[in-house]
């Protein structure tokens, strides 16, 4: 069985403080590793795929990264808005168009 | 370009009443996919199409949940009859052929009494 495994659960940072996501997976051979984010009241935003390890993505002041057992979610100095609740999802090489997403993580940047 | 759809935002109803949330996916997507979440069990996948044909449904909890796909630009996932336990919120999400992303909607949040 696919599993998701997401830390911290909660991440407080002050503005300007960077820190990583973690994402640790178990899957039948992977197809893609997902992170979206998530603002309180809303569905969850697309923000990267990765397919291979080794796979690196930027958008602004975060980067996603992928090994074979996990990816990392860097943010470089946050800002408040930044603030949300960022989940990680695999998908299997035989699970079709299925996700198998992670608990999250919920970040808050303190100005 | 309009997003994915979902309708009501919002449901209050009671124990036992027949509940209809309602999904447009992005025009174009042939892939549609419904998900619940809550604190405990985080977003799981309860069904998906492809082309209008339900796919895996082995994610709906029960006989009292089902869900439909009579066209492309419409889905209804019902529960009947609803259960406190219910209580959620329901996304609907749409990806289109050439990639495996999908796009969310607002979610509806439902309450059952």
């Known amino acids: 069985e696919d599993q998701v495994t997401q830390s911290p659960e909660a991440l407080r940072l002050q503005e300007g403080e960077s820190s990583s996501l973690n994402c640790s997976y178990t899957?039948?051979?992977?197809?893609?590793l997902f992170w979206y984010r998530q603002d309180p009241g809303k569905g969850p935003e697309f923000l990267f795929t990765?397919?291979?390890a080794g796979e690196e993505k930027e958008k602004e002041r975060l980067k996603a990264t992928l090994t074979k057992k996990e990816s990392f979610l860097h943010i470089t100095a946050p800002k408040p808005e930044d603030s949300a609740t960022y989940l990680c999802?695999?998908?299997?090489?035989?699970?079709?168009?299925?996700?198998?997403f992670g608990g999250g993580t919920r970040l808050m940047v303190k100005p | 370009d309009a997003g994915v759809i979902q309708s009501p935002r919002h449901e209050v109803t009671e124990m036992g009443q027949e509940v209809t949330l309602r999904c447009k996916p992005i025009?174009?997507?042939?892939?549609l996919f419904w998900y619940r979440q809550t604190m405990m069990r985080g977003l799981e996948l309860l069904i998906y199409f492809n082309n209008n044909v339900p796919i895996d449904d082995s994610g709906m909890p029960e006989d009292r949940f089902s869900a439909k796909m009579p066209n492309a630009s419409f889905s209804t996932l019902k529960i009947q009859p609803s259960e406190p336990r219910d209580s959620a919120v329901y996304f609907c999400?749409?990806?289109?052929?050439?990639?495996?992303?999908?796009?969310f909607g607002p979610g509806t949040r439902l309450t059952v009494l």
């Open positions: 990765l397919y291979s």
């Open positions: 899957v039948s051979g992977l197809r893609g």
């Open positions: 025009s174009g997507h042939n892939s």
């Open positions: 999802a695999v998908q299997a090489n035989n699970a079709g168009n299925m996700l198998t």
């Open positions: 999400a749409s990806s289109p052929y050439w990639t495996d992303t999908q796009y």
